[in-house]
């Protein structure tokens, strides 16, 4: 019965594999230009990566994403731990965060490239941005969700505020700062692919607007597909640290 | 309010919801702001924390750690005192032991039954020795069955561990079986403390007799066993067989609501069975009728739904035969 399970989610894909090809190849998709084989892409994938081309932009767009994404959760969550935790610190600093938060992180581009210049310091800042909000948003609102009584029953129990804070808020509050962190680590990528586009030379986004102007389609889906795997990964990567951390929260369930 | 609860005893907090049974065992607990004076053994409390007071306390709705599997809920407060490991394990396998779910040591809270939960809960709160132990409701959304036998079991530990409780209960039977003690609360104000069988057969007042319901106590002058848990007591006169879990009974309650009537004689055993006279017949509201009715040298009040009272056709003056369940039968010793 796993073959099926498998075989369920792979026929779709290879027919649609299929149909690309012969749909490419017979000349079908008006255009001829603008819809590469899908053997061809096979093709332009291999060269792009043995060229070193695909890994140097790669490599450049992965580390924005991490400095930016790490730093700026890493803030959020402190901040989120802060305005969670103290009443008066929450009130301070919800009006901000709530004013700020819905804004798209590319908006703050044109604001940006003013204030900072085009450099490694803008695609990092707009990736913080990104972050640094939603996740001291899902931490705040992880933490207020944490059933008071537990909170209690831990007070009862001896325990000081921070070992409260430590053994009981925070693990609970894990799932909702999980899924904080599972949504923009997935956003990050596509906002570091539209900044790169308007305003970095170098980069996954770069390589898109290269591709654009040579009129390489074959190039440009290329480079989707780099960036479709790149989100969904690091959107695994957390959700498999979310299953080690939070095994015990009911959505998990069935597994 | 001023409450005292003896050193080892189990004062059973009987009231309606509403009436600030939880309040004050949070204020017991230190876990709410509060104006007055807690005492542990004579010693004011009022400036600790609740971390410091000592208390174990058993919530309403248990607040078992989700995150956190059985031995770990159960470890928690020895892990906050700082314990040493050898001594977190051995406690934890005490208290698993005592619990009989040492099999439930490695699930979590959400694989659990309610009466599974109960005693983790429970044995969470024994785990730190508190000084006073709070039950708030702990019993409240488990059936019937399983509500007695854990009554009874927490009955059996806090008599062993001897450590002093406060039982929180919307239920008089529960009061009554389970504690030393009877205090009853309502909105806000203590009305009513003493002995089970004295609030019983005395309310202080028309509410304290509303909330515990109309109760007919008896004095036994003798107790026979008379085999299988069950007991034959003489109540001047009257041969009346209870089930009781002790040895020794002074005093028998009869609930108003748990006496049946009978035209004719009724079929079926004659255990608890006899004829009687009815005295008085009133009726305080719409839907109840009680009737006051002599058998042998005691009178008993009984409580009947106004229709199935005219149905039987009772009148002052009139023999008739009653029943008396025995499992409604308090005792007291």
Known sequence: MEIFRHLRGTIPFAVFVALWEIVARFNLFPGRFFLPPFTVIVQELFYMTASGVLLNHLLRSLIRVLIGFLIGSALGMAVGILMGCNKVMYEALNPIVSFLYPIPAMGWLPLLMLWIGIGEALPITIIFICSFFPVAYATAAGIKSVDKKLIKAAETLGASPRKILTSVVLPLALPTIFTGLRLEAGMAWRVIIAAEMIAIPTGIGALFMQAESLIRTDMIIVCLVVLAVMSFSFEKVFQYLELKLCRWAKHFDES | MNLTVDDGQLLALLGPTGAGKTTLLNVIAGIVDYEGNVLFDGESVDDKPASKRGVGYVFQDLALFPHLDVALNIAYGLKARKKSLSEIREKVDELLRLMKIEHLKNRYPRDLSGGERQRVALARALAVCPRVLLLDEPLNNLDSCVRRY???????????????????????????????????????????????????????????????????????????????????????????????????????????????????????????????TILEISSPSPSVVKVRVKVGENTLLAELPKDLFNSLGLVDGKDVFLKLKLKSIRTYP
């Open chain 2, 150 to 276: 854990l009554r009874a079991e927490i009955r059996q530990i806090q008599k062993r561990l001897e450590v002093t409780t406060i039982f929180v209960t919307h239920d008089v039977e529960e009061a009554g079986e389970i504690g030393d003690n009877v205090a009853v609360l309502i909105d806000g104000k203590l009305r009513q403390v003493g002995a089970p069988s004295e609030v019983f057969s005395s309310p202080v007042d028309d509410e304290v007799a509303d909330l515990i319901g109309s109760q007919n106590v008896l004095t036994c002058s003798s107790c026979r066993h008379i085999g299988g848990g069950l007991y034959e007591v003489n109540c001047k006169g009257t041969r009346i067989v209870v089930a009781c879990e002790g040895s020794t009974i002074n005093k028998i309650a009869i609930p108003a609501k748990e006496i049946y009537f009978y035209n004719g004689k009724p079929v079926g055993p004659k255990v608890n069975t006899y004829k009687g």
